[in-house]
């Protein structure tokens, strides 16, 4: 199918079923506008056939628009370095969760991602020997508004559903975004700073280690990420992950970086996390998946005071029926 | 009299067919929850599974373009009457859902109308890759950046893609759990299968866990229930000639293991639970 459809939302073009449901594409108007009046009156034949609207990777934001009216969804902002771990994180808890292990209390009740989980845990695994298992190699780096987003859905004893989505972005979005908040190339990162319900931070504790030379460079760029994160968190749950923690971090490094969160995300919680503990891998995402699976409770809206006359504060006899 | 419509999920060897068969022989001549009322008016779906079974060796494999159906008239054990159609087909066919993501108008409309699914699962058919965890913890220092991996997915995210768009195409929401369609979940080939002393939910649950979590995340317990199932009892090959499929008939082999781990004869019991005669 080379022509596409006149509704942007709509990728009936690549695959999916059509934005508005019509089992056959070719009846919905938005697609009509894409023919010519000449070639509507031609009857092709055409084999009817269901189609579902997500195709298996990674989610963009017109999927969104697709998937959030259905329940809460809990949008996991996976903030770092590049090289820091986060699509290993994530790797790693696609892969618990393949082996049938609850996470945050809740069990998997289905993704709309997994052609790109799937394409992310065959790195992982050993099925030829001239490919052994390893890490699964860089995140590109886009120029996207928005990331990646990977997703999947959980069900816990209650019965609560939630569509938790994560992102795998580029560590240079943050980098970038550290440095300048308003950069063009750091765009993906504003928009998860704006919309995401919790924040995971990558500390990679191979870069801060004493065996590398550019430890400060590292505890730079983190402490920068913290501060600018700092400005935009507000109360949203937040951890500072210690990645790759079977290599010990400088330990005055280690130290400035906890008091910099403390003063910068006073709530943030630290967390350590390795691949030679699958489950810390799991662990550090329920730090913050947790507590933002209860959405926070709308605040009472308090009326300021503009002016001191008693005329001015009457808001009649109903605001206190 | 009702007519109620069920669907028969299974991949390819999955052992729709000789399930079929075998089903048929003891509705007919070994009847347990269900028996038939009168033999089908046309029999033709399950001639040569009927024969090859008679004389101790098994079916080919169905083409991949077949559709057909059966219908059987059944009667359960409080006398309600029932209509119901079996279908066989290819298994190819739920493949070509999986890889051109797309469900053809007929299955669509099978799977809307259904009552209950029924799933066959051949666990040793299935690939999964349970040890890539360790693989991630024990990898080697030099990383392989560039080797470009290809890789067939695990069966356990397979079959959860699957079964998500056939209940997408079905209107079947997920968002709370379901008590329609009902879904039996049939372990197929079970005498391939080292159960030990587990019940059949354990043992999906040990082989496919996320399939396991997906569906008890998605259905009520009361509407799904997983059994063991062994058409034949034992392997047949096309080529074997199995003396107590000969003497005794092919209506006195294979067994089902209920839910609750209890071996039973009446392999019209999972399909008597479906159809809610049970």
């Known amino acids: ?321 | 009299m009702s007519t109620p419509e069920i669907v028969l999920l299974g991949g390819s060897y999955s052992g729709k067919t000789h399930y079929a068969g075998q089903l048929y022989g003891r509705l007919l001549r070994n009847p347990g929850l269900l028996e038939l009322r009168d033999t089908p008016a046309d029999l033709s779906a399950l001639e040569e599974v009927l024969n090859c079974l008679e004389n101790g060796h098994a079916a080919g494999h169905t083409s991949v373009g077949t559709w057909t159906e059966v219908l059987l008239p059944l009667k359960d054990k409080r006398g309600h009457m029932l209509d119901l159609r079996w279908p066989d087909y290819g298994g190819e066919q739920l493949q070509t859902v999986f890889s051109e993501r797309q469900v053809t108008e007929n299955w669509r409309s099978q799977l809307c109308q259904a009552e209950g699914w029924l799933l066959l699962i051949r666990l040793r058919k299935e690939t999964t890759y349970p040890d890539a965890l360790a693989e991630l913890a024990n990898r080697s220092a030099d990383g392989n950046g560039t080797t470009a991996r290809a890789g067939a997915w695990d069966a356990n995210a397979r079959w959860v893609e699957l079964l998500q768009m056939l209940l997408h195409v079905a209107g079947v929401g997920t968002v709370s759990r379901r008590e329609q369609p009902r879904l039996a979940v049939l372990l197929s080939c079970y005498d391939e299968v080292t159960a030990d002393d587990l019940l059949p939910t354990q043992v999906l649950a040990k082989h496919l866990p996320l399939v396991a979590a997906f569906i008890d995340s998605l259905w009520t317990p009361d509407a799904m229930s997983i059994w063991g199932l062994s058409a034949l009892g034992c392997l047949l090959e096309p080529s074997s000639d199995d003396e107590n499929f000969i003497n005794q008939g092919p209506e006195h082999q294979g067994w089902v293991v209920t839910p609750d781990g209890q071996k039973d004869s009446d392999l019209s019991r999972p399909l008597a639970w479906l159809l809610g005669a049970e």
């Open chain 1, 1 to 321: 199918m080379s022509e596409r459809c006149t509704n942007p939302n709509c990728f009936v073009h690549e695959g999916e079923s059509c934005d508005l449901g019509e089992m056959e594409h070719t009846q919905c108007a938005s697609w009509s506008a894409t023919m010519p009046e000449t070639e509507a009156d031609a009857e092709i034949p055409v084999v009817t056939s269901a189609r579902v609207p997500w195709s298996g990777s990674a989610l963009g934001l017109a999927d969104i628009a697709n998937l959030s009216p259905r329940g809460r969804t809990i949008l996991i902002g996976v903030l770092g370095a590049h090289d820091a771990g986060k699509t290993t994180l994530l790797t790693g808890n696609y892969l618990q969760l393949l082996q049938g292990e609850s996470l945050a209390n809740a069990r998997f009740a289905g993704s709309r991602t997994l052609g790109a989980w799937e394409s992310l845990a065959a790195w992982t695994r050993f099925d030829d020997a001239a490919r052994p298992p390893s890490f699964p190699p860089h995140t590109p780096r886009g120029t996207g508004r928005v990331p990646g987003l990977l997703h999947f859905a959980l069900r816990n004893a209650e019965g609560e559903f939630r569509d938790v989505l994560l992102t795998d972005a580029p560590g240079e979005w943050f980098t970038r975004w550290a440095v300048k908040e308003d950069a063009p190339e750091a765009e993906g990162a504003r928009w998860l700073v704006r919309n995401a319900d919790a924040f995971l931070i990558f500390a990679d504790c191979k870069r801060l280690a004493d065996s590398n030379p550019k430890r400060g460079t590292a505890r730079n760029e983190l402490r920068q990420l913290l501060e600018r994160l700092g400005n935009h968190v507000a109360n949203r749950p937040t951890a500072l992950v210690w990645a790759k923690d079977d290599v010990e971090p400088n330990a005055d490094i280690r130290a400035a970086i906890a008091q910099g969160l403390a003063k910068q995300i006073p709530h943030a919680l630290e967390v350590n996390s390795s691949t030679n503990q699958p489950d810390s891998l799991t662990k550090a995402l329920e730090t913050v998946l947790c507590p933002a699976w209860i959405a926070p409770q709308a605040c009472h809206i308090v009326e300021p005071i503009l002016h001191q006359q008693p005329f001015a504060a009457f808001r009649g006899h109903y605001v206190h029926a």
